[in-house]
């Protein structure tokens, strides 16, 4: 099946720092990815949608300036966090848009990364 | 109301039992339906994909649609401890596929030795 990685997979940082977290699909091509955020016992929360070569679309509320998305080649998404201050603890998750060996267009999760700032 | 509803649980059911998990829409236009499966601390993996109404089996997992009640449900038979788990659904409208999804809240399972 369709294999998406996150790295770092856990980060600590001080407030006021910036954050980067790659999303790669390793064995597939995906010309649109996209971010999350789960907050502890609740759901995934889009943040942003991004297409290779163009800029992402950010859902309401997401500040495009804090959250800063590169989507730079058809395997590789990056993620900013720009000056990052306590309420930016979370876990992020990518995903990737792509087919896995059964034909199915869906969704394919990295393992995400879980962002502590003190 | 939400686009898609799912009850959080949590559900605790011993080893061998057989898990009902559900959720409930209001758009009638979604026509793909997905459950994945989270770990703790870990990103979601697609469990089961299903277009439309129907049945799909898939080892112990069976999913089903019955898009006039818009309910989906996934079955698990024999369920096992490393079933334990977050259980979101997710279903998405035709034209946007996968670019659109909508995820239910999860339902945290546990199965007990």
């Given at each position: 099946g369709a294999v998406v990685s996150q790295h770092p997979s856990r980060v600590i940082c001080k407030s006021g720092t910036s954050v980067k977290i790659e999303c790669r699909s390793l064995d597939f091509q995906a010309t649109t990815m996209f971010w999350y955020r789960q907050f502890p016992k609740q759901s995934l929360m889009l943040m942003a949608t991004s297409n290779e070569g163009s800029k992402a679309t950010y859902e309401q509320g997401v500040e495009k300036d804090k959250f800063l998305i590169n989507h730079?080649?058809?395997t590789l998404s990056t993620l900013t966090v720009t000056?990052?201050?306590?309420?930016?603890?979370s876990f992020y998750i990518c995903s990737a848009r792509g087919y896995s060996g059964r034909g199915t267009d869906t969704q394919y999760f990295g393992p995400g990364t879980r962002l502590t700032v003190l | 109301q939400k686009e898609v509803e799912q009850d959080p649980g949590p559900l605790s059911v011993p080893e061998g039992a057989i898990v009902s998990l559900n959720c409930t829409y209001?758009?009638?236009?979604?026509q793909y339906f997905m459950w994945y499966r989270q770990y703790s601390r870990k990103g979601p993996e697609l469990l089961m994909y299903t277009y439309s109404s129907g049945n799909k089996e898939d080892g112990r997992f069976t999913a089903q649609v019955d898009k006039s009640s818009k309910y989906i449900s996934l079955f698990i038979r024999?369920?096992?401890?490393?079933?334990?788990a977050t259980y979101l659904c997710a279903m998405s409208p035709p034209g946007t596929g996968a670019n659109n999804l909508f995820f239910g809240t999860g339902t945290r399972l546990t199965v007990i030795p």
């Open positions: 730079a080649s058809l000056s990052a201050h306590p309420e930016d603890s | 209001s758009n009638s236009a979604f024999d369920s096992q401890p490393s079933d334990s």
